[in-house]
């Protein structure tokens, strides 16, 4: 069954620096996300993404987040400046238009 | 905006009973609800996909159904077993996917 693959699957940094978070989406999906979940809290929606540009964002993506489709393949979030509340997992998802979302299985962003 | 919640937060059953999961949201204007399942500290895994235009859907021991003008969803798991402890999420796609908060079930030997 066709997986969303993410990496790392574990990211420490320390606060101010930046990271990229990677993802392969299903290479027949066009619509890409973006969702993080802070520990005990609700998956929550930052960003979606089709046709090469963002098509909705939420007010957590702010200007310190970016989204980037820099191939055919690959889906990333970079965060210019981390802070410690952006610790968190941060999840990857593709769809097809209304077709239900996969999800891949995470990124944990730990800053310090 | 959309609101999901999902009752009970927390679930502990014998092993081989049957249980009932609820979630319920605000804005009936789907296109669809997804169950899934996460493992502690793990991702997503897609259980169930109901479409607006669908009653119910099966999967195994799982069935979900979907009252789209009521605005709530049941997750119906048969026979539950202790490989079925997990939290058990619920999310309705409108514009964005929104999720609940979750209802964790342990199932005990």
């Known amino acids: 069954e066709p997986e969303v693959t993410q990496t790392p699957s574990h990211q420490v940094t320390q606060m101010g620096q930046e990271v990229i978070l990677r993802c392969v989406p299903i290479?027949?999906?066009?619509?890409f996300y973006w969702y993080r979940q802070i520990l005990g809290q609700k998956v929550e929606f930052l960003v979606s993404f089709y046709n090469n540009e963002i098509s909705e964002k939420s007010e957590i993506f702010d200007d310190q987040f970016s989204v980037e489709r820099p191939d055919g393949s690959n889906f990333t979030l970079k965060i210019r400046s981390t802070k410690l509340e952006d610790s968190a997992m941060y999840f990857c998802a593709s769809s097809v238009l209304r077709g239900g979302y996969t999800f891949g299985s995470g990124t944990r962003l730990t800053v310090v | 905006k959309q609101e999901v919640t999902q009752i009970p937060a927390a679930l502990s059953v014998p092993e081989g009973e049957n249980l009932v999961l609820n979630c319920s949201f605000t804005?009936?204007?789907?296109?669809?609800l997804q169950w899934f399942r996460q493992d502690p500290g793990k991702g997503l895994t897609s259980l169930l996909l109901?479409?607006?235009?669908?009653r119910e859907q099966t999967s195994g021991r799982l069935n979900a159904s979907l009252d789209k003008s009521s605005g709530r969803s049941t997750l119906y798991i048969a026979a539950s077993q202790p490989g079925d402890s997990a939290t058990y999420l619920c999310a309705v796609e409108g514009e964005k996917l929104v999720f609940g908060k979750g209802t964790k079930l342990t199932v005990n030997p």
């Open positions: 804005d009936s204007a789907i296109y669809n």
């Open positions: 290479s027949n999906h066009l619509y």
């Open positions: 109901i479409q607006s235009s669908q």
